[in-house]
């Protein structure tokens, strides 16, 4: 079974700064997809990037970018010049390539607090 | 934009009562999810659907029940709404093929369910 770990329950960065969130699983696939989601105080989650496993380039979207390393299984986000919107609770998902259903496995989840 | 709508933001039922949770997509996704989000947890599958009349248990379908009779409304159904039902629900939709949003699941913003 596949599971995701995020050990970091809370994190603090100041505006402006960067800060990375770590997340790493466990899985026998060899393909499959990977997602940092971002919930923000009282509303809804959304995604915030995805990463192809048999994609060896690390996936980008603007101020965010990730480190996907296979053979260790670790899948971290960093978030460059944070911004006061960026507090939210993050989670890192996982879902297998094969078959239709798209079932994501979830972490547990970051707090991320970005400080003015 | 895909919209997918739960029923109540917040409710509060009482132990015993039957509870229904409603979901709306848009988007005409073939697939849709509940899961249950706790402090600690992350996000837990309870049922998902990837066909009208179809489902398949996730991971804490005890307690629960579905209903899926139309495409677009996926129905989470507590038949015995017990205190440790007390949780966030969240509702979720995909598409099974669809190029421009891969394996995105779109989700709603939540019930907060209070069971007394």
């Known amino acids: 079974a596949q599971t995701v770990t995020q050990s970091q329950p809370e994190m603090s960065v100041q505006e402006a700064e960067t800060v990375t969130l770590s997340c790493t699983y466990d899985?026998?696939?060899?393909?499959?997809?990977l997602f940092w989601y971002k919930q923000p105080p009282s509303r809804q989650m959304i995604l915030v990037i995805r990463?192809?496993?048999?994609?060896?380039q690390n996936a980008t979207e603007n101020r965010f970018s990730v480190n996907f390393q296979k053979a260790a299984k670790s899948f971290s986000l960093k978030i460059s010049d944070s911004q006061l919107g960026d507090t939210a609770m993050y989670f890192c998902a996982f879902m297998k390539h094969a078959g239709a259903t798209n079932k994501l496995i979830f972490g547990t989840g970051t707090l991320l607090a970005v400080q003015p | 934009d895909v919209k997918v709508t739960q029923s109540s933001r917040y409710l509060v039922k009482r132990t015993g009562e039957k509870v229904f949770l409603e979901c709306v997509q848009d988007?005409?996704?073939?697939?849709m999810f509940w899961y249950r989000q706790d402090p600690g947890l992350g996000l837990r599958l309870i049922y998902f659907s990837y066909d009208v009349k179809m489902k398949e248990k996730g991971d804490i379908p005890e307690g629960y029940s579905v209903s899926r009779e139309k495409k677009e409304r996926f129905s989470l159904i507590l038949e015995s709404a017990s205190t440790n039902q007390t949780s966030m629900y969240l509702c979720?939709?995909?598409?099974?093929?669809?190029?421009?949003?891969?394996?995105?699941?779109?989700f709603g913003p939540g019930t907060r369910l209070t069971v007394l």
């Open positions: 899985t026998s696939e060899s393909n499959y997809y």
């Open positions: 979720a939709s995909s598409p099974t093929r669809d190029s421009r949003a891969p394996n995105e699941q779109f």
């Open positions: 990463q192809e496993a048999y994609k060896q």
């Open positions: 988007m005409d996704h073939e697939n």
